[in-house]
């Protein structure tokens, strides 16, 4: 793969005018994705070439934050860190070109991570509730398969990530998947299925799934039972994981007044 700088691949001036832009509201247009108050943005940015590219920023502020990015503990360096390591392993996920420290105004840290811009995508919550809305099933259990399948290639590679969700997928004007947003995600020695965070990491998947799918929650049961026969979950690890999805579904209710009721396999 040929290696970028960020000199040569932007302007750091520029950049430095975009984020400043980027922290007043007003400012934003088609061109920035989001921008949070904790200093969290992603702009789509083409370089001088007319490169598309995805700039993710992190704000660094507090103490806190700047000690760990000292270390290298940083969520900014974290998702780099992993974002190579899946795709050097087979995890379709967009490539990550460069990550930088750059300070602006002498005082305001903040982290750049220069990724691959896949061009025009579709959230996989998106993009799975459309196709059961036109009762597209084919399409529909093939992308769940390929969920699922990714899903296996993450864990065998001893990455549990407690934020692996369909939100999380991104499917390309071609139909091909990626998995992207590695903020969460750890590397362990080994992975027992007795983890905490390995039954929170499959929870909060079928929950997205119900999210995408519901009123019509059997997809979702049939789902969740593809997921604990391929990953060959024991019965008390089951029972831990519908916890979790239940307890998801009631907080789903008291915020939205969304009541969806459905009983996952054991």
Wanted: proline share 3%; with cysteine.
């Amino acid at each position: 793969m040929e290696k970028f700088t960020v000199t040569e691949m932007i302007k750091i001036k520029e950049l430095e005018q975009v984020i400043q832009r980027m922290q007043n509201p007003s400012n934003l247009n088609q061109h920035i994705y989001k921008w949070s108050e904790n200093g969290k943005g992603v702009i789509s940015y083409s370089d001088g070439d007319g490169i598309p590219l995805i700039i993710k920023i992190w704000g660094i502020k507090q103490k806190k934050e700047q000690f760990k990015s000292q270390i290298r503990l940083s969520n900014g360096f974290r998702e780099w860190r992993m974002q190579k390591y899946l795709l050097r392993f087979g995890i379709q996920t967009p490539t990550p070109f460069e990550f930088k420290r750059i300070r602006i105004n002498r005082n305001q840290k903040y982290e750049i991570m220069i990724v691959e811009d896949l061009g025009e995508t579709t959230l996989g919550l998106d993009y799975l509730k459309k196709l059961y809305s036109m009762n597209d099933f084919v399409s529909a259990e093939k992308f769940e398969q390929s969920v699922l399948e990714c899903t296996e290639k993450i864990l065998n590679l001893c990455v549990i990530d407690i934020d692996h969700q369909l939100n999380n997928f991104i499917v390309d004007k071609y139909h091909k998947l990626y998995r992207t947003d590695f903020e969460c995600a750890q590397k362990y020695l080994w992975i027992r299925q007795e983890y905490r965070d390995y039954a929170k990491m499959l929870a909060r998947l079928i929950s997205s799934h119900v999210y995408a799918v519901q009123p019509e929650v059997h997809h979702s049961v049939h789902f969740s039972d593809l997921l604990y026969s391929r990953l060959r979950i024991k019965p008390e690890i089951r029972r831990k994981i519908n916890s979790i999805v239940y307890h998801n579904l009631s907080e789903q209710k008291k915020i939205m007044c969304v009541d969806t009721q459905l009983s996952l396999p054991e």
